[in-house]
């Protein structure tokens, strides 16, 4: 069985969220945790600003066990143990397919159709791979997920102009300051999602740009890009005191706040944290001349790219529907491969035991013509007795029948 246990941006608030944000180390053990349980056999863990997701494969009839052993991994690993369970969500078996499907294609993320998404599917999927933790199905499932999400942004245009959240950062500063490429902009984190911030802003004339990351190298290679400044993580207090307009997207809580800056009621400054968990201290947002927003404050800008790519959805949850039932036909098929290997290795063995009690009777010439005419023959059976069992079966859907033709090769 499939399993998803989630929470995101739809179902969960940013201060929730926050507290099930896993780095690498985070993720490592935790797959670690679930995986030493007999039931699971297959995890890949997805944390992302808008969402964290579980997504595991158990051995048959496991399922309630599955589900108690991940709880307990859980509850040991999040940064709040007293969060509800409300707020996640649980999706099996096709379900789960379909929503992964939806969720690559950009149907699930906040902004809808962009890109991001599936760099960081890739991104996870790649390390749960090299870590040893998918198993078959888990694999077969990614790697088909990267299929639809290409063919779905192929055959529609969900991903035309889409944009992402380091966009509606730069439009809400915009909003904020009308003479934007006039102001002072210092970028802390230099990843992805730093790196579009910086995109947007030089699109927008911006050049008074000062980027802020632990490791220099990276953001040396960010500030020759778009020509701008670099500086010393050390120097962090000093240079958020001195911009206008600070946005935010590294790994870790609370790097800037009372104590780190030196905030002056008449110096007017905008923070924008796209960070989870927050870099910046909430409580900052109560001073004065000081406009604090957080990825969930960006709410208005995405809805409004959303109602324009109303019309793709239909395209695309047609694409999705069918691929998911091709799918659903491959992992059924699993359920009779015990049998079909059983059937292939019982019929050459007869194969080959009727030649044996032929060859020595006969001359070479004639075991030969009669080697190949019993694996022509064999093969004839092999393949209308798999035909008939998938048929039969409807491709090992019936599960009751799947059990009874395995029972008569047992």
Same mark, same amino acid.
């Given at each position: 069985?499939?399993?998803?246990?989630?929470?995101?941006?739809?179902?969960?608030?940013?201060?929730?969220?926050?507290?099930?944000?896993?780095?690498?180390?985070?993720?490592?053990?935790?797959?670690?945790?679930?995986?030493?349980?007999?039931?699971?056999?297959?995890?890949?863990?997805?944390?992302?600003?808008?969402?964290?997701?579980?997504?595991?494969?158990?051995?048959?009839?496991?399922?309630?066990?599955?589900?108690?052993?991940?709880?307990?991994?859980?509850?040991?690993?999040?940064?709040?143990?007293?969060?509800?369970?409300?707020?996640?969500?649980?999706?099996?078996?096709?379900?789960?397919?379909?929503?992964?499907?939806?969720?690559?294609?950009?149907?699930?993320?906040?902004?809808?159709?962009?890109?991001?998404?599936?760099?960081?599917?890739?991104?996870?999927? !790649?390390? %749960?791979?090299?870590?040893?933790?998918?198993?078959?199905?888990? +694999?077969?499932?990614?790697? /088909?997920? #990267?299929? &639809? *999400?290409?063919?779905?942004?192929?055959?529609?245009?969900?991903?035309?102009?889409?944009?992402?959240? !380091?966009? %509606?950062?730069?439009?809400?500063?915009?909003?904020?300051?009308? +003479?934007?490429?006039?102001? /002072?902009? #210092?970028? &802390? *984190?230099?990843?992805?999602?730093?790196?579009?911030?910086?995109?947007?802003?030089?699109?927008?004339?911006?050049?008074?740009?000062?980027?802020?990351?632990?490791?220099?190298?990276?953001?040396?290679?960010?500030?020759?890009?778009?020509?701008?400044?670099?500086?010393?993580?050390?120097?962090?207090?000093?240079?958020?005191?001195?911009?206008?307009?600070?946005?935010?997207?590294?790994?870790?809580?609370?790097?800037?706040?009372?104590?780190?800056?030196?905030?002056?009621?008449?110096?007017?400054?905008?923070?924008?944290?796209?960070?989870?968990?927050?870099?910046?201290?909430?409580?900052?947002?109560?001073?004065?001349?000081?406009?604090?927003?957080?990825?969930?404050?960006?709410?208005?800008?995405?809805?409004?790219?959303?109602?324009?790519?109303?019309?793709?959805?239909?395209?695309?949850?047609?694409?999705?529907?069918?691929?998911?039932?091709?799918?659903?036909?491959?992992?059924?098929?699993?359920?009779?491969?015990?049998?079909?290997?059983?059937?292939?290795?019982?019929?050459?063995?007869?194969?080959?035991?009727?030649?044996?009690?032929?060859?020595?009777?006969?001359?070479?010439?004639?075991?030969?013509?009669?080697?190949?005419?019993?694996?022509?023959?064999?093969?004839?059976?092999?393949?209308?007795?798999?035909?008939?069992?998938?048929?039969?079966?409807?491709?090992?859907?019936?599960?009751?029948?799947?059990?009874?033709?395995?029972?008569?090769?047992?």
């Amino acid at each position: 069985m499939i399993g998803i246990i989630g929470l995101s941006h739809k179902s969960a608030s940013l201060d929730v969220r926050e507290c099930f944000a896993f780095n690498k180390d985070d993720v490592n053990k935790l797959s670690k945790c679930i995986l030493s349980g007999s039931e699971v056999d297959g995890i890949l863990i997805l944390s992302t600003c808008n969402r964290t997701e579980l997504y595991f494969t158990t051995k048959s009839g496991c399922l309630k066990g599955a589900m108690k052993h991940i709880d307990q991994c859980l509850h040991d690993y999040v940064r709040h143990s007293a969060v509800s369970k409300e707020f996640f969500y649980h999706l099996f078996d096709s379900d789960a397919v379909v929503h992964l499907f939806r969720l690559i294609s950009g149907l699930e993320s906040m902004v809808v159709g962009e890109y991001q998404i599936v760099s960081q599917i890739k991104e996870a999927t !790649s390390h %749960a791979r090299e870590q040893g933790n998918l198993g078959k199905v888990l +694999d077969r499932l990614f790697t /088909k997920a #990267l299929e &639809v *999400g290409k063919l779905v942004r192929t055959r529609t245009g969900i991903s035309k102009g889409a944009f992402s959240v !380091s966009y %509606a950062a730069v439009e809400k500063c915009r909003a904020h300051f009308s +003479d934007l490429d006039q102001r /002072k902009i #210092l970028l &802390v *984190g230099a990843g992805e999602t730093g790196e579009l911030v910086v995109k947007n802003l030089y699109k927008r004339g911006c050049r008074f740009i000062s980027i802020a990351n632990r490791t220099i190298k990276k953001a040396q290679q960010l500030a020759d890009r778009y020509g701008a400044d670099i500086i010393p993580f050390a120097k962090l207090p000093e240079a958020v005191s001195n911009a206008e307009i600070v946005i935010s997207s590294v790994s870790g809580e609370h790097l800037i706040n009372k104590e780190t800056i030196s905030h002056s009621p008449e110096h007017k400054i905008m923070m924008i944290d796209l960070g989870v968990p927050r870099n910046i201290d909430p409580s900052l947002g109560v001073l004065k001349n000081l406009k604090l927003l957080n990825i969930d404050d960006l709410r208005q800008v995405v809805i409004q790219n959303e109602e324009k790519k109303k019309s793709y959805f239909n395209i695309a949850e047609e694409i999705i529907a069918t691929k998911s039932d091709e799918f659903q036909d491959w992992l059924m098929s699993l359920r009779l491969a015990p049998t079909i290997r059983y059937i292939v290795s019982s019929v050459r063995q007869m194969h080959n035991d009727g030649l044996k009690n032929f060859s020595s009777a006969h001359s070479q010439e004639e075991v030969d013509a009669m080697e190949k005419y019993g694996r022509h023959l064999s093969e004839k059976v092999i393949n209308t007795l798999v035909k008939n069992l998938k048929s039969n079966t409807e491709n090992g859907r019936k599960e009751e029948l799947v059990q009874m033709v395995n029972r008569l090769f047992d």
